[in-house]
């Protein structure tokens, strides 16, 4: 989590960032209140609901997940999509500053909500953003001025660690927490757990369809960053403020999972959707570069000839 940050921190134009966000103002203020309104009151509202029966500190989990926005990976799932990267890349940046302010000041209130019998102050969920979220992107954005001759092999290999890292996360908790995905089966939790991803993608497509938002590569761009939770201030809540309580860690490993599987399941849908205009498209401008020589000529040709 910290690499990825530093990561972010390496590629972060920030005159194109303000830019983005100028042209399409709309879609990050939008993108702001589905984030952080809408979508936990969903959360909040289907655990008091439907998966009331699931025990309180996977409902603990669940509530970081729904106040955690900004996928550090959304830009490489909009590259796959064929969808608008500068897109991905500007919300991605919105949704995590946004993060860093709404989960210590909402989480307390989410957990509260949903009767859950863990709690956690402001602090305790401030400090551990700030310093291993916050302070590695400025680290990154200093080094990306300063020293920009290092910033393409630090980039690339900062890139790579933090999917490494993740990885071997993912299956270091699966190995250490096996009986207690074990036990969690039976609560219905990963029941539970495939209506995160159906709530992030519900609300992307009422974002882009309610600003009546025709381009596709833009749509899917939008979709895709509100779909995905942002993994990193979930890993810090199941280190710091949670970490001994298992159960919040096992909730937000099967959210995760399951939420990057799904959504990287449209990822690919949209990307085949978009592949065949793509070659139709080169198709018709190879056809029009041959045609272009008779025509050129033709238009060149006097009326007495």
Known sequence: ????????????????????????WRIAVWALVINFVIIPLL??????????????????????????????????????????????????????????????LGLPFAIDAVDAPLDASAWDIAWPLLLFLVLPVVLGCGIRVWWPALTPPLMKWAVRGAILFLLVNVNFTLVAFWDLFVDTWGTRSYIA???????????????????????????????????????????????????????VTVSITILNTIGLV???????????????????????????????????????TSPTE
Not at 4 to 13: C, D, E, I, Q, T
Not at 61 to 71: D, E, I, K, Q, Y
Not at 72 to 92: E, G, N, S, Y
């Open 262 to 300: 799904i959504v990287l399941l449209f990822v690919l849908m949209w990307r085949r959707a978009a592949l065949p205009s793509g070659a139709h498209a080169t198709t018709n401008k190879a056809a029009t570069s041959e045609e272009a020589p008779p025509d050129a000529a033709a238009s060149t």
């Open 1 to 24: 989590m910290v690499v990825n940050s530093f990561a972010l921190g390496l590629r972060l134009p920030v005159g194109k960032l303000l830019a983005g966000t100028l042209a399409h």
């Open 43 to 104: 959360f909040v509202g289907y655990l008091l609901t439907i998966a009331s029966s699931i025990p309180g500190e996977i409902k603990v989990g669940f509530c970081v997940a729904a106040l955690s926005a900004g996928m550090p990976f959304a830009p490489l799932l909009a590259r796959l999509a064929k969808a608008d990267v500068v897109v991905a890349t500007t919300l991605l940046v919105l949704l995590t500053a946004g993060t860093i302010i709404a989960l210590p």
């Open 193 to 247: 757990a495939i209506a995160g991803p159906f709530i992030g993608l519900g609300c992307g497509y009422l974002l882009v369809s309610s600003l009546r938002v025709k381009d596709v590569a833009i749509r899917h761009a939008a979709e895709a960053t509100t779909a995905v939770r942002n993994i990193a201030p979930m890993l810090l809540m199941m280190i710091f403020p949670f970490g001994t309580d298992p159960l």
